[in-house]
């Protein structure tokens, strides 16, 4: 089992809908969650961080994490063509010093 | 400076040569990341560094793989006696803690 689990997709969503996207992880002791945006060719971007249950909303983005089921997923809202990305989910482990990246959500927002 | 810099942005080794990768993190980071991305793929943990302390090298993948931060600032990333499955871009990321890191360009490596 992989440590970070994500679709690799591509999800394609209509441009102003809402785009979904999912991570779950295997270590139960995992502290701290990242979500990153990568376009091609470019490094991962930081766009939201999350640590404790719930939602965190940042303008059209909202990151919710539930660790009872060891899952955290990024919400974006009114998708715009320039959301077109691929997403990686990131997990801190407590106790260890790396973070693990998932493979990444390709996302596609269709004019 | 603004951002993390990585150089040089693109490298060409014949298999077998000896490269350095230098990264020049964000001014006053702590923490420094060196990844490795292959193509499709996720980011992979190589190490990390605690100012010039290297706490966790157990990403590297053999050892040929040696990674440096002398003075707490800049890191290189030297890999020996190049093989073609070391083609990847390798990323560096700082941060102010062990957790949220900010990355640099990448160096793409290609091992002909």
């Known amino acids: 089992q992989k440590e970070v689990e994500q679709n690799s997709g591509p999800l394609s969503v209509p441009e102003g809908a809402i785009a979904s996207l999912n991570c779950t992880y295997s270590?139960?002791?995992?502290?701290?969650f990242f979500w990153y945006r990568q376009y091609s060719g470019k490094s991962p971007e930081l766009i939201m961080s999350?640590?404790?249950?719930g939602d965190k909303e940042d303008g059209r983005f909202t990151a919710q994490l539930n660790k009872a089921s060891q899952y955290v997923s990024l919400l974006i809202r009114d998708s715009q063509p320039s959301d077109s990305a691929t997403y990686l989910c990131a997990v801190h482990s407590g106790g260890y010093q790396k973070v693990t990246f998932g493979t990444g959500t390709k996302l596609q927002v269709i004019p | 400076g603004a951002g993390v810099s990585q150089s040089p942005r693109y490298k060409v080794a014949k298999r077998g040569q000896d490269v350095a990768l230098r990264c020049d993190p964000i001014s006053g980071h702590v923490s420094l990341f060196w990844y490795q991305q292959a193509l499709g793929q996720g980011p992979e943990f190589l190490t990390y560094?605690?100012?010039?302390?290297?706490?966790?090298k157990s990403g590297l993948p053999s050892d040929r793989f040696f990674a440096e931060r002398p003075e707490g600032s800049v890191s290189t990333l030297k890999i020996q006696r190049t093989q073609q499955e070391d083609s990847a871009v390798y990323l560096c990321?700082?941060?102010?803690?062990?957790?949220?890191?900010?990355f640099g360009q990448g160096t793409r490596l290609t091992v002909v």
């Open positions: 560094f605690q100012n010039e302390a290297q706490l966790d």
């Open positions: 990321a700082s941060g102010v803690s062990n957790t949220e890191a900010f």
């Open positions: 270590d139960r002791g995992s502290q701290s």
């Open positions: 999350i640590y404790s249950n």
